[in-house]
């Protein structure tokens, strides 16, 4: 069993940014492929990023390319969500989660879901 607690989150104005953490903990996450989703209100919940454990490879929605970035501290157990420029539309709560490959991090199918954090982006 694996659990994830996502933290970070917090109110910034439009242009600011945030860091999100992943932290891990229970059974090995060193071959998990981990993301980033975020559920704004009334919405669907969408895939933001994720990355591979083993090689560091990553993966971003076009919405969010060149603005966040995903990193992670395999020491720590720890994933990283580094998000500059935000805007107002970035306002969601924020899901950690753990898969056994990226395809199924990047297709919302993930073993293990953190409890959310909310980022709020003023105008």
């Known amino acids: 069993q694996v659990q994830l607690v996502d933290s970070g989150g917090g109110l910034v104005p439009a242009g600011g940014s945030l860091r999100l953490s992943c932290a891990a903990s229970g059974r090995t996450v060193r071959n998990y492929a981990m993301g980033w989703f975020r559920q704004a209100p009334g919405k669907e919940r969408e895939f933001v990023a994720a990355?591979?454990?083993?090689?560091?490879?990553?993966y971003y929605a076009d919405s969010v390319k060149g603005r966040f970035t995903i990193s992670r501290d395999n020491a720590k157990n720890t994933v990283y969500l580094q998000m500059n420029s935000l805007k107002p539309e970035d306002t969601a709560v924020y899901y950690c989660?753990?898969?056994?490959?990226?395809?199924?991090?990047?297709?919302?199918?993930?073993?293990?879901w953190g409890q959310g954090t909310q980022v709020t982006v003023s105008a």
């Open positions: 989660a753990a898969g056994q490959t990226a395809r199924t991090v990047v297709a919302g199918t993930g073993d293990y």
């Open positions: 990355i591979t454990w083993d090689f560091g490879s990553t």
